[in-house]
């Protein structure tokens, strides 16, 4: 009998003592996504992550550790004046989130100015998405991820696609608006369930042909429209594996049973051995960052616990 190890990272509901400033710092999140003057304020005040064609922009300090520099409007606009542009562009920052401190965080991208001239005078590189999670802490990476989700959003949905007509965005980025038709757009979100099944001595690890060589990791899928979370993981197991682990290898190129050894030898590996064709030679699973990852470790702590 196949066992999902765990659906989701389920919260605990419980009223905190605490929560006054968790409070205090979401509706002063909800009222500068919700105002626009509001939101200019907060941008003159706020921390700004610089973007370029979605790379975001990190810093090594001297001590070797890679971090995501939070600058200020003013130092945007000195840059943006210095390179010859309207430091008025930075306008067109995009609320992210707000800090314990009811800083605002935004994002912005430098996509149409040389790259170089802006790393120089920021004294950082812009670094792709995948590689920034394996170089910044913890609690950056989904700051980052969330950053660059909203500039592709806004990036790609310029448009009505009802009457074609250009979409208008409010001050903080929340929403755009076509004011032939009156449709609002919110950024689109795609919600995904992840599986990592058990047998109970061992756990199934799929492989989609588009993954590295070597690469296996947990069962995944996207929910359909009025789809519960548990509906999507039920059909997706089925679509995926079937009654007797038969595999699609339409969606997954392989499926298969991996012991506590073989997992725990996976999750050791840092960097896979490769060929002399770059190509990974041995088993590995997706790195810490990943929720799979995560998954996997946890059967393996489990799995110990039971021994
Ligand atoms: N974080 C992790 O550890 C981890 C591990 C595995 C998969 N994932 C991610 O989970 C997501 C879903 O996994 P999957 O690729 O196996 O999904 P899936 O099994 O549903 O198959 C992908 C198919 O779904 C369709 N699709 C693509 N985008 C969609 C969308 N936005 N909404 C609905 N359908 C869409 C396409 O036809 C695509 O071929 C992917 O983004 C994948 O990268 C994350
Ligand atoms: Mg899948």
Known sequence: MLQPLRILFRPKWMVSRSSGSYVSRMRHLNKIKEEDEACRAALQSGNIFLYHKLAPLLRRTDSGIYQLPALQTKDVEEILEKLGEDKEMVKESILINCTEQNEAQFSFDVGAIEQAAVEELCRGTFVDLRKAFFLLRGSEAPLVARGQALLRWHQTNGFCSST????????????????????????????????????????????????PRGMY???????????TMEEALRREIAEEVGLEVSVDKVELEDARWFSLEEVQEALTIKAPPRNNKGEPTVFWVPPSYAIANRLIQEWANQQHLKS
């Open 217 to 227: 990791s947990a069962l995944a899928g996207f929910c359909d429209i009025g789809e």
């Open 164 to 211: 074609g007509q250009p979409t208008q965005r409010n001050q903080s980025g929340s929403q755009r608006v076509c004011h032939s038709s009156g449709i609002t757009y919110y950024p689109k979100m795609s919600p995904v369930v992840i599986v990592l099944l058990s047998d109970g001595k061992r756990c199934l690890l799929g492989r989609q042909s588009t993954f």
